[in-house]
């Protein structure tokens, strides 16, 4: 697997680089005031100290419109696929450092599948404000990685989504192969057969082997 940049024309059809915002006192605050786990991952969708920034006013007007979003943050140390998602809605993602996606695209589920010979990696430098579309998958970030190929430390990354987005599921009655693959609020989640979030019950979307950076 090939790691690219999200500056590279190829990252175009998953996402863009989005210019303009100071993000230099949110990523303090993210790197100040939140854990970050050296063996696992820490997920908050919604921070209210990175919430109280005047940064989130300019997320909700500029970047969505007016629409109500959350600050949250993902953070600890992650080399694996394991999972795909996606929402109704971009994402951004902010680091306050170094880090790699996983991604790949909604139209290459077949039939509730995914082959993770389709997932694609994008090298994420520090301070960049990556917007991920709506028809992108994606999941937990991963740690970059050293000159010698192995892993950095850890990830800090801030988190921006539509208000509620992956908090309590709805109950739904289901209608159609989608709704099985409902994980949380406007969250659709493709498992690894390999992954905790399988044995937890979570569909089984993916296909091939569960990426692990590590074994690149």
Same mark, same amino acid.
């Given at each position: 697997m090939k790691i690219k940049s999200v500056f590279c024309q190829s990252f175009a059809k998953y996402g863009k680089v989005l210019t303009g915002y100071d993000v230099k006192a949110l990523l303090k605050k993210l790197d100040e005031t939140t854990p970050c786990p050296k063996d696992a991952t820490v997920?908050?969708?919604? *921070?209210?100290?990175?919430?109280?920034?005047?940064?989130?006013?300019?997320?909700?007007?500029?970047?969505?419109?007016?629409?109500?979003?959350q600050i949250g943050y993902c953070n600890g140390f992650n080399t694996k696929l394991n999972c795909l998602e996606y929402h109704r809605g971009s994402e951004l993602n902010i680091p306050s450092t170094d880090m790699i996606l996983l991604l790949a695209k909604s139209e290459d589920i077949i039939r509730g599948k995914l082959n993770t010979r389709k997932v694609k990696a994008f090298f994420v430098p520090a301070g960049t404000v990556v917007q991920v579309y709506e028809t992108t998958l994606h999941y937990a970030p991963c740690c970059a990685l050293n000159a010698d190929g192995n892993p950095s430390e850890g990830f800090r990354v801030i988190i921006v989504l539509p208000k509620d987005t992956n908090t309590a599921k709805p109950q739904v009655s289901e209608?159609?192969?989608? *709704?099985?693959?409902?994980?949380?609020?406007?969250?659709?989640?493709?498992?690894?057969?390999?992954?905790?979030?399988?044995?937890?019950?979570?569909?089984?979307?993916?296909?091939?082997?569960?990426? *692990?950076?590590?074994?690149?």
């Open positions: 997920y908050e969708p919604s *921070d209210s100290g990175l919430e109280s920034l005047p940064i989130m006013q300019e997320f909700t007007q500029n970047a969505y419109g007016g629409l109500p979003v209608k159609n192969e989608e *709704d099985k693959m409902l994980w949380a609020k406007n969250k659709w989640l493709l498992a690894h057969p390999s992954s905790s979030e399988a044995k937890q019950g979570a569909y089984v979307g993916l296909t091939g082997k569960n990426i *692990d950076l590590k074994n690149l």
